[in-house]
């Protein structure tokens, strides 16, 4: 029997068809996933069992899509799969499962069309199945990343819009690579098909990789900003059992004080007993709480800022108007408002003549917040970026970025203004 090379060659390609489906699918299988966490909570840490099903679920479809060519079947059982992972891994009613699946595979369908024609209108009717199925996948996870930008409830895990962009290079990056590589060796060369694996795993693994780093940073600035609220919400109580302790202390000596107040009136010493009246009234106040709007986490970051700043002799103004009840994450105005003060209070200890000036307001889901304080006047600039004058210049724009970074999230705006002795800044966001 003769065996010719081309029919060598012809087995190496079915064998690169195939795994190129698989690392394909792989990439439909991240999608699905990155889109059914938009809509649906993960029910938490799942069992290895429920893993090994949901990988068992996806290789069945896999095998229904290698070997049933029906067009009804496929549809189902691409429904059936990613439907069993939502029921499986994810929090919700099963309704509320169907119409999230019934959803993405809709869009699935119509960015697939987009992209068959639009290969149909570059190549003609010369179009390679690994390739509109790689590009239909490459732009489907553009889609579900603009989603998560535009739509993610979960504020904290949105990209910045730096992030958003180079995420979005990356996949038309890979699409238009893998064209040119079409283009160039042809579909019947095996090494096109090892480069479009190859572009699909720098894809998913880019993707990944970021959404893990991402998750990282974020684990371990919730985890500096717990222990910055513990100190505070220690300063905070420590506040609360100090004024008790007076108001305790006073309602023990209130006879006496009373008997001491008349026996001025009697005597007609007016300014005395006003004296001891202005006296008693300093002692049922904390001389250490400076807001107390009722909100927990803001009062405690506020009256512990602004204790550092009466350390300093700074002659404080304070108007706070917000609600009791939580207007925004704990997370995002402790680095807010602990950056705001951080640096404001950096810049007084520096200044001659200590100010600071806090505004803080909450209307309609709108929260003003303006921070004045003085300072020595040295302000480096290049172009609009103010440059640090710390001497430690590792640690510049930690504070400011964060801030920043903030403030992007809820699509504000923040301004810097600086006078000859005050530097001021003022934001305005949408929360």
């Known amino acids: 029997m003769e065996y010719t090379g081309k029919r060598v060659d012809g087995h190496f390609m079915k064998g690169f068809e195939i795994v190129a489906d698989i690392v394909f699918y792989i990439l439909?299988?991240?999608?699905?996933?990155?889109?059914?966490?938009?809509?649906?909570?993960?029910?938490?840490?799942?069992?290895?069992?429920?893993?090994?099903?949901?990988?068992?679920?996806?290789?069945?479809?896999?095998?229904?899509?290698?070997?049933?060519?029906?067009?009804?079947?496929?549809?189902?059982?691409?429904?059936?799969?990613?439907?069993?992972?939502?029921?499986?891994?994810?929090?919700?009613?099963?309704?509320?499962?169907?119409?999230?699946?019934?959803?993405?595979?809709?869009?699935?369908?119509?960015?697939?069309?987009?992209?068959?024609?639009?290969?149909?209108?570059?190549?003609?009717?010369?179009?390679?199945?690994?390739?509109?199925?790689?590009?239909?996948?490459?732009?489907?996870?553009?889609?579900?990343?603009?989603?998560?930008?535009?739509?993610?409830?979960?504020?904290?895990?949105?990209?910045?819009?730096?992030?958003?962009?180079?995420?979005?290079?990356?996949?038309?990056?890979?699409?238009?690579?893998?064209?040119?590589?079409?283009?160039?060796?042809?579909?019947?060369?095996?090494?096109?098909?090892?480069?479009?694996?190859?572009?699909?795993?720098?894809?998913i693994g880019t993707y990944y990789m970021y959404e893990k780093v991402s998750e990282a940073y974020q684990e371990k600035m919730q985890k500096a900003v717990l222990e910055n609220q513990i100190v505070m919400y220690q300063n905070q109580f420590e506040i609360i059992h100090e004024a008790r302790q007076d108001i305790k202390q006073l309602r023990h000596d209130m006879k006496n004080h009373f008997l001491l107040i008349e026996g001025y009136l009697k005597k007609g010493k007016y300014a005395e007993a006003q004296e001891y009246i202005g006296q008693l009234a300093e002692k049922t106040a904390s001389s250490k709480e400076y807001v107390n709007t009722g909100n927990d986490e803001l009062d405690s970051i506020l009256n512990y800022k602004l204790g550092r700043a009466n350390n300093l002799n700074c002659k404080l103004d304070v108007k706070v108007e917000v609600p009791r009840e939580r207007f925004m994450s704990d997370f995002d105005l402790n680095m807010l408002l602990s950056n705001l003060m951080d640096n404001a209070l950096e810049a007084i200890e520096k200044a001659e003549e200590r100010v600071l000036t806090v505004r803080i307001k909450y209307i309609k889901r709108m929260l003003y917040m303006s921070v004045y304080n003085s300072y020595n006047g040295d302000v480096k600039r290049e172009g609009n970026k103010l440059l640090t004058t710390k001497a430690k210049k590792e640690e510049h724009g930690i504070g400011m970025t964060s801030i920043q970074h903030i403030v992007d999230k809820y699509q504000g705006e923040m301004t810097i203004k600086t006078a000859e002795d005050m530097f001021k800044t003022d934001i305005i966001m949408y929360v």
């Open 28 to 203: 439909s299988i991240y999608v699905d996933i990155r889109y059914i966490k938009l809509f649906l909570r993960p029910k938490g840490n799942s069992s290895v069992n429920t893993k090994l099903l949901c990988a068992v679920g996806f290789i069945v479809n896999w095998f229904v899509y290698q070997w049933i060519p029906i067009t009804f079947l496929l549809t189902l059982s691409a429904f059936g799969a990613v439907l069993f992972v939502a029921i499986l891994e994810y929090k919700g009613n099963l309704f509320e499962k169907m119409l999230v699946v019934a959803l993405k595979m809709a869009v699935g369908v119509a960015i697939e069309g987009v992209i068959w024609r639009l290969l149909v209108w570059l190549n003609g009717e010369n179009i390679n199945e690994a390739l509109g199925n790689l590009m239909s996948q490459l732009f489907l996870l553009i889609f579900v990343v603009t989603l998560e930008k535009c739509i993610s409830k979960d504020k904290e895990m949105r990209l910045s819009w730096g992030s958003y962009i180079n995420m979005l290079l990356v996949s038309i990056g890979g699409a238009t690579l893998s064209e040119i590589l079409i283009d160039t060796v042809g579909i019947a060369n095996k090494l096109a098909m090892l480069g479009l694996c190859i572009i699909c795993v720098m894809n």
